[in-house]
Nanobody
Framework: QEQLVESGGGLVEPGGSLRLSCAAS????????VAWYRQAPGKQREMVAT???????SYIDSVKGRFFISRDDPKNAVYLQMNSLKPEDTAVYYC?????????WGQGTQVTVSS
């Protein structure tokens, strides 16, 4: 069973916003970093945003200034606030948590940006 569950995706018009949530079904120990990935049909999965245990964040160039990743350890949750969405953002979004050499994934949540 997946240990991470993504939610919050949906259909939105260009320029709109969505907030994705990633909830852990159990506490994952020794997490080094959490990241959001996305994969569009026929395209390679790409890392969109990361947040470290120290709170440092990084983003792929195409989402800088529009997407914001945050982490709430007491709630075992990670969020991705997506603003000014573009059709090119359409993809299935996945949450990933790295613990040691193991990566944990959820089932993904679909984000569709279309007019």
């Amino acid at each position: 069973q997946e240990q991470l569950v993504e939610s919050g995706g949906g259909l939105v018009e260009p320029g709109g916003s969505l907030r994705l949530s990633c909830a852990a079904s159990k506490i994952i120990m020794s997490v080094r970093a959490v990241a959001w990935y996305r994969q569009a049909p026929g395209k390679q999965r790409e890392m969109v945003a990361t947040i470290s245990t120290g709170g440092s964040t990084s983003y792929i160039d195409s989402v800088k200034g529009r997407f914001f990743i945050s982490r709430d350890d007491p709630k075992n949750a990670v969020y991705l606030q997506m603003n000014s969405l573009k059709p090119e953002d359409t993809a299935v979004y996945y949450c990933n948590a790295q613990s040691g050499s193991v990566g944990f994934w959820g089932q993904g949540t679909q984000v569709t940006v279309s007019s």
